[in-house]
């Protein structure tokens, strides 16, 4: 092969992950907003907030099973959401807030247990999968030789056009004063009149609501099953511990940071260890190192800013 | 070493007036482990009376999975620090022994040490960079560190990968081969976690784990009497870490197999739901605990194959209403510390 084609090829590699690292990233900044508001609004760790993602996923299988439209499924997917985090929000987190970080792991955790076991018992063991939708199948030429299908863009667009929204919800809407309100002092936002229970449970709702629109987003390229969650609360735990806790804006740059550095990593750790490694021990070494990047990053960044990099709160 | 462990409080405390119960509490922290542990000796005897030998392979499990709740109650309970990862000390110690015995090295006067160490030195390096942090990010780091232990397992191609690990035969001892027996073996786990369960108790009476209890209380006065409360906890954790590991090793002989499973998050939580059943800050509710999660387990799978949906709603009722864990329950009081 000619240099020349090789370098051209691995660019277009990289072109192409760096696309998918950012769609990794976006994904993740919709799980990771919900579980920073919760905690900044709540001073609450919200475990479950990954089985919302799953959830959120199976609400749209089902919901397309039944209509076959996308966006019926999209409706179900978000609406159902909405409704768990409010259920669940009413019977089990509501009686948490005041109680330790430890109590409220374990609540959450039992849930967890429940919802994927409840997943499986209802849709089955073996995966399911979600078709793309007609207007956004398909792929187009973004460069020369690079190819790259519709629906990824879809997500990157819609995750940076939720991201936007939400920034201008949260800096110049009522409810998102009253949310910056109650992160920083939800005592005096009482004593001040506000119904500080709804305020809690719409944080909840809302946060559950993006996470299972990112389930739905992610299911045609996924496929679904009952563990996809518990993968995706460690991921979005990195990201907010990196962009420091109850901050948007930090749970963004985090988001897009794991995102890039875990699929950068996975696809080029290999390559690089054999410049300098027998092609056998590149093979062991490169796969080991990629999984442990995004946990070296974020001991690096703990280790100079141990509250992370827009973190407010050191609880 | 047994007086001294039997002898919880510190000898300077000051000579008060005998409060009522007193007396009993000491009377629970004495009681509660000899029953436990002559229950666990009597077992294999009792198993085979009863014609339920299946009894002993299931309580080999029990006694090592107690040894790791254990290990996570000197860190959780005395030293108040919620650790998420801690699957990842006891996988470790599975795979030294799993990884070692691949290599060619069973030799166990080799192995466990091995076990131990790497285990002790992975939470000594996480320990040093989890321990800069407070609360809820001490508690996400730690998970994250597990993870990452527990896909770095995964990407071992070389050693199962994804599949895991069969070990062709258990650890040696001296060329002999007396872990093969699976009632010598029993016996050689009870020993391993009475010894601990016993150095444990030394490790929290002593003035090294006063400190830790101190230190979870209020680290800025333990600063103020010129100690550092991070080296303090950072021991505990790595000491932990090594608990975790022979646990580890143990499990790995057990099952002759390891996997990437035994570091999921999953286990994680199960080994504090344990620690939690059994009431933090006591090892042997911790043993306690161990004994009721993996009995419930066990006997909830026989109902039906979706044990999970009667377990989870089961945690969550225990978390909002017993908070003190089941020894809570008793009518002697075992918090100590």
Request: proline share 4%.
């Amino acid at each position: 092969m000619p240099p020349e084609t090789q370098s051209g090829m691995s660019l277009t590699l990289a072109a192409v992950q760096t696309l998918n690292g950012l769609q990794l990233g976006v994904l993740l900044f919709l799980v990771a907003a919900g579980l920073t508001l919760v905690f900044g609004v709540m001073d609450f760790i919200n475990l479950a907030h990954g089985v919302q993602y799953m959830m959120g996923a199976y609400f749209a299988v089902a919901g397309y099973a039944l209509t076959s439209n996308f966006l019926a499924a999209l409706a179900f997917a978000v609406l159902g959401s909405l409704a768990l985090g409010l259920l669940l929000e009413r019977l089990v987190f509501r009686r948490l807030y005041r109680r330790s970080h430890l109590d409220q792991v374990l609540g959450t955790f039992g849930i967890i247990i429940f919802l994927n076991e409840l997943a499986r018992t209802v849709w089955g063991a073996t995966p399911r999968t979600l078709p793309v939708p007609e207007a956004l199948s398909g792929s187009i030429l973004l460069m020369d030789g690079l190819l790259y299908p519709v629906y990824r863009l879809a997500i990157l667009a819609a995750g940076l056009v939720v991201a936007a929204l939400l920034y201008v919800l949260v800096r110049w809407s009522r409810a998102g004063m009253l949310v910056r309100a109650g992160a920083s002092n939800p005592r005096m936002l009482s004593a001040l009149g506000i119904d500080v229970d709804r305020l809690f449970a719409g944080v909840v709702g809302f946060g559950a609501m993006l996470a299972g629109f990112a389930g739905l987003m992610a299911a045609p390229i996924l496929s679904v099953g009952s563990s996809m969650g518990d993968d995706l609360l460690v991921l979005a735990f990195v990201v907010i511990v990196i962009g420091g806790i109850g901050s948007i804006r930090g749970a963004f740059v985090g988001a897009l940071a794991v995102g890039l550095v875990d699929t950068l990593g996975r696809s080029f750790a290999t390559d690089i260890f054999k410049l300098f490694l027998a092609p056998a021990a590149a093979n062991e070494a490169g796969p080991a190192l990629a999984s442990m990047l995004i946990y070296i990053l974020m001991a690096g960044v703990l280790f100079f800013a141990p509250s992370g990099l827009f973190g407010a709160k050191t609880a | 070493m047994t007086a001294r462990a039997a002898e919880d409080r510190p000898p300077e405390a000051p000579a008060l007036p005998a409060p009522a119960g007193t007396r009993a509490r000491a009377l629970g922290r004495l009681l509660v482990p000899v029953l436990l542990f002559a229950a666990f000796a009597a077992l294999p005897a009792a198993a085979d009376a009863l014609g339920q030998t299946f009894l002993v392979s299931f309580a080999t499990r029990v006694m090592i999975l107690a040894l790791a709740a254990m290990s996570l109650d000197l860190i959780l309970g005395y030293g108040g620090l919620v650790s998420f990862g801690h699957a990842a000390f006891l996988g470790i110690g599975a795979y030294a022994v799993g990884i070692a015995a691949e290599e060619g090295l069973t030799e166990g006067l080799a192995v466990f040490p091995l076990a131990i160490a790497a285990a002790a030195l992975f939470a000594l390096a996480t320990g040093a960079v989890s321990l800069r942090t407070r609360g809820v990010y001490f508690i996400m780091i730690t998970l994250a560190f597990g993870q990452m232990a527990f896909f770095t397992a995964i990407s071992l191609s070389a050693y199962g990968g994804d599949d895991g690990l069969t070990i062709w035969g258990r650890t040696e001892f001296l060329g002999g081969t007396p872990l093969e027996d699976d009632r010598a073996f029993y016996f050689v786990v009870l020993g391993c976690l009475a010894a601990c369960y016993l150095l444990a108790r030394a490790i929290v009476a002593s003035r090294f784990g006063r400190v830790l209890q101190a230190a979870r209380q209020s680290p800025g006065r333990v600063a103020a009497l010129g100690l550092d409360p991070f080296a303090y906890q950072l021991a505990a954790y790595a000491i932990a870490g090594g608990f975790a590991g022979l646990a580890g090793a143990l499990l790995a002989n057990h099952t002759e197999f390891v996997s990437p499973a035994y570091m999921s998050w999953h286990r994680s939580g199960e080994l504090i739901v344990m620690v939690i059943l059994g009431g933090m800050g006591s090892f042997h509710g911790a043993i306690l605990g161990a004994i009721v999660y993996l009995g419930l387990e066990e006997a909830l799978s026989h109902l039906t194959e979706h044990w999970r949906l009667l377990f989870g709603p089961f945690l969550v009722l225990v978390v909002l209403h017993a908070r003190g864990g089941l020894l809570s329950l008793l009518p002697v009081r075992p918090r100590d510390g």
